[in-house]
């Protein structure tokens, strides 16, 4: 019994997690039509010293390109994110900001699509198990608990981008 609620809630997750994924991938796809470019990067190192300097790098989310590089503090990273785009041509949407501007500047739309949780289960292991997913699982600890071939799995837990 408590195996079968496992595994429905484990499905339930992939499901969830699914759905993110082609939501966000719908709102880069919106982005890019209208000319931005999808960018990710930051700081790339520890700080060091009281200054706040560390390196930094940026690379085009779509196809791993690295775009710039460089040390300096925060505000350095983005001074040089806003003269490589000036540079581009193209408006550049970090990927931690495609949901509010693709939602024009909006984040009430923007809940995570929870997943439907299984009669029984406390919230707090469903949490912990939406953790464990995103993270140390592997692909056959989650077929083999929720009975659905790893392939299925794999489909399941596809992370958007192509590099």
């Not at 350095?76 to 806003?82: R, S, T």
């Amino acid at each position: 019994m408590l195996q079968d609620a496992l595994g429905q809630q484990l499905r339930n997750i992939l499901d969830a997690e699914a759905a993110d994924t082609a939501q966000f991938e719908a709102r880069i796809a919106k982005l890019e039509e209208q000319g931005y470019r999808i960018v990710d990067g930051g700081q790339i190192g520890s700080y060091q010293g009281d200054d706040g300097t560390c390196d930094y790098s940026c690379t085009d989310w779509r196809t791993g390109q690295t775009l710039f590089r460089g040390r300096g503090t925060y505000q350095d990273y983005l001074a040089e994110l806003e003269a490589a785009a000036g540079r581009d041509g193209r408006e550049w949407c970090h990927r931690d900001h495609v949901d509010e501007v693709a939602a024009g500047g909006s984040h009430d739309d923007l809940a995570q699509l929870d997943p439907a949780r299984v009669p029984g289960l406390p919230e707090s292991l469903v949490r912990a198990l939406i953790e464990w997913v995103e993270g140390p699982a592997t692909t056959q600890e989650l077929a083999d608990l929720t009975g659905l071939p790893t392939g299925r799995v794999q489909d399941l837990l596809r992370r958007p981008g192509s590099h």
